[in-house]
Structure formats: C-alpha cells, structure tokens
C-alpha cells in the first residue's frame, strides 16, 4: 500500500506575552508616577482660570468651583478610611457615619460654644471620634456578620437621636450649628480664603491615603487581610482576631473624625443630616463604585460620588432636561434616581468597581490583537 502523506501545515507564529511588548513595559514604568502626576494636577487646579462648560459653573479657581472640589476631596479621604473596615477587613459597619458627625459636630461645639481655638478643637474631636470608636468598636466587636451591622447600626441612630434633640442644648436640633467664624483663623474664613480650605481637604486626602497604605502594607495590614479571608486560619495561627480588628475599627473611626473637622470648616457648620446612616451607606456605595480592596478604587469612587451628588441638582433643573417629555424629565430631574442608574449600571458592567476598569481594558485589547486559530 502507498503511504499518503498530509501536507504539512506551517504552525502559527507564536504569540509574544504582553509582558514582554514595548508598550506594555512602557505603561507598567508609567503607572508608578500616576499618583504624583494627580497629585501635582490638583496641586495647580487652584491656579488654572480655566473654564469648563457643563462640568463646573465657573472657572477652576472660583469659590464655588473649588468648595465643590474640596467636599470631593473630603469624601474621597472618608471612603478610603472607610475601605480600612469593609474592603481590607471584611466589617461591614453602618455606623461609621457617627465618628465622621463627632469630627463635625465636636469641632463646631468647641470653637463655637465654648470658644477654644481651632487647632485645641480640632485635636479634641478627633482624639474623642477615635476614644468613641474605640469604646463602641470594643462593645460592636463581640458580635459578627450581619449581628455586627446591626449594632453599629444602633449606635448610629442613638447618636442621631441625641443631636437631633439637642442634646443639653449644644448641637442646635434640626436647625443645625453655624460655625463661629470668628474664633477661626483669618486665612481659613471668606470667599477669597476659600483656596486654603481646598489646600487642607488635598491635605487631609493625602494623609489618609498614605496612613491606609502603610497600614496595608505592614505586618498588621497582611492579618487584617488574612481576617477577610478567613478569620479561623487566624485563630488557629495564634493570634488574636478581636484585637486586631479593634484597631482597624478605631483608626478607621480617628480618620473620619478628622475628616469631620475639616468638613466643618468648608461648608461653615454642622447638620442633623451628617448623622444619619444614609452617610454610611454613601460611604459604601463609594467604595464599591470605585473597588473595594483597592488602592485608588475608594478615592475615585467617592470623588466621583460627591461631584455627581452636587452637579446632578443642577442637571435635573437644566432647560435641557425640562424640554424633554414628561416621562424622561421627571425622573432625570430626581438626582437619586440618576445616581442610583448610573450605581446599578456601574456595578453590573464592572463588578470590582472601577478600579477593575483598566485590566478589562486591557484583557479586552488583549483579545482583539490574538489572532484566532483555525482548526
């Protein structure tokens, strides 16, 4: 019998790792600087007149342009302390709205009632938002899971319940506590003073992010991580589950109370509405907007929050929303029903946040450059 032979068919040129593409090795030698290339853009947004149609009123340097910013920047710093508790620790607190007001409504009570000056009032509220969470978290802690939710959930409302009715006449009720201004330093007080107040909420930003960083970087961070994972292993390792998490529990309560102090500075006063768990519950949906467990995921996720939070009032009363039919404009006019879509979908589409953004893009790239093979 004649043997018959397949023609040979030449194997496809292999396919080179991304790892080893110039463009990849120059992306990766590049994503190091990105921090500092942010940082150093809103280090110089306060010097920029430029002027934005549709994303801000006014120019970038104006009053209002840069109080928005630093509310933003602000909440960013509160989702990434918050981030400590629920994406690098697995604590899933609705509370956490409580030491953010005792920041608030502390300073404010101390500079205006009883007239200490802001650096005494600021380093009193947040030792006593850290002291608080640290005797709450020790009671909270003794329970887990959604027991744990629920708990602080109730300390939350009791603390709302107090300053809602005036607790011994000090918080002002559902009136709210305007700041007293004159116990304030000249340079963080007016409209022209309001770059300072943006100085210090970039301030405040950098702070937590690098105190969450090094925190999850160190030996404590690795057993907080280990503590989401799974708590037994760390029992069965010999160390002491309680303990660690009371301290990721009240360094989370410290920042939000120092974010408390500078907020109350940039909007001029304390509100009942600060205490409420819809904070806490914004706190988390920033965080899992952006990516929990992240390293920028929080920060993004809560910048992004607060500026569509204030900027979508404006959109729902744009002419161009009201000349639309009735059945669009009323619920686009509903700033809550625009950010809840815009939740819902974000989630849907990228599951670890946005955070989880670049490396879809980048599996996506990916496959569209493999050529198939063809049996």
């Not at 110089?44 to 149609?53: E, F, K, V």
């Not at 650096?119 to 850290?130: M, N, S």
Request: charged letters at 10%; a neutral charge; proline letters at 7%.
């Amino acid at each position: 019998m004649t043997e018959v032979k397949s023609p040979e068919v030449p194997a496809p040129p292999a396919a080179v790792p991304d790892e080893l593409t110039p463009g990849h090795r120059r992306w990766h030698g590049l994503r190091p600087f990105l921090p500092l290339v942010a940082l150093v853009v809103a280090l110089i947004l306060p010097y920029s007149t430029l002027h934005l149609p549709g994303v801000f009123e006014g120019a970038l340097n104006s009053p209002g342009t840069l109080q928005l910013l630093a509310v933003c920047l602000v909440f960013g710093g509160l989702a990434a302390g918050y981030d400590l508790l629920f994406g690098r620790t697995g604590m899933l607190s609705f509370g956490h709205a409580l030491y953010f007001a005792a920041g608030v409504y502390g300073t404010d009570i101390l500079v205006t009632k009883a007239g200490l000056p802001l650096w005494q009032a600021g380093l009193l509220a947040i030792t006593g938002g850290t002291i608080l969470a640290a005797l709450l978290g020790a009671v909270a802690l003794r329970t887990v899971g959604i027991a744990f939710a629920m708990v602080t959930l109730a300390f939350a409302q009791v603390g709302a319940i107090l300053v809602a009715r005036d607790f011994g006449g000090l918080t002002g009720g559902e009136e709210g506590l305007p700041l007293d201004v004159s116990g304030l330093p000249q340079g963080l007080v007016g409209v022209t003073n309001t770059v300072n107040l943006y100085w210090l909420a970039l301030a405040y930003l950098v702070v937590v992010v690098f105190v969450v960083h090094r925190v999850s970087g160190s030996p404590t961070g690795r057993v907080l991580a280990g503590l989401r994972d799974d708590e037994r292993r760390i029992g069965v390792l010999g160390l002491d589950p309680y303990r660690f998490k009371l301290v990721a529990f009240t360094l989370a309560g410290g920042l939000a109370a120092a974010g408390g102090v500078v907020y109350v500075l940039i909007v001029g006063g304390a509100s009942p509405h600060i205490t409420s768990s819809e904070w806490t519950l914004a706190l988390l949906v920033m965080v899992v907007l952006g990516g929990p467990g992240t390293r920028w995921g929080p920060v993004i996720g809560g910048i992004l929050y607060m500026y569509l939070d204030h900027r979508l009032v404006a959109f729902g009363t744009s002419d161009a929303v009201e000349a639309l039919p009735a059945f669009l404009s009323n619920p686009l006019s509903q700033p809550l029903f625009v950010l809840g879509t815009v939740f819902i979908l974000a989630v849907y589409f990228f599951p670890g946040g946005l955070a989880s953004l670049a490396p879809r893009l980048a599996l996506l790239r990916h496959s569209l450059r493999t050529p198939s093979r063809r049996p």
